[in-house]
């Protein structure tokens, strides 16, 4: 079996933790955002394991809509200048604890959801050395 790996992760502009440990998504603390559709706006928390893309939204937002992400501490968007490389919608930035960066694709429904890190050997060896710790 894989090992989980709960990814924990800080807004790229104000560094404050956007974990949420009072709502946990498989028993883990989830990461909590504000966002905004074109029809409204509300709540989301993402699932931190690594490659678990489960989440829970305050929006029943409509399959495709591009969602705007917003840190709940400093609400900021973070937003970043690239594209889901599966529906060019922009993608969404969070820094991470023990270095190196997440980007999820704002697209509801986008399968594109990924974890990606500067050097991904090391970074997840990183992890486990924590998790292990
Ligand atoms: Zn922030
Ligand atoms: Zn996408």
Known sequence: MKKKVSLHVKCPHCR???MDNEVLLHDYPSIKLNIVT???RGVVH???LYECFDHQSSLDTEKGTVVDFYCPKCNKEL????????????MVNF???VGGRVAICSRHG????YVAFQDIT???S????????
């Open 95 to 97: 820094v991470l604890k």
């Open 79 to 90: 937003l970043v200048k690239e594209e889901c490389q599966l529906c060019n919608a922009p």
């Open 16 to 18: 404050k933790s956007l």
């Open 110 to 113: 986008c399968s594109n959801h």
């Open 126 to 133: 990183k992890f486990y050395h924590e998790f292990d710790a």
């Open 122 to 124: 090391s970074e997840l």
């Open 38 to 40: 074109p029809e409204d």
């Open 46 to 48: 993402l699932c931190s």
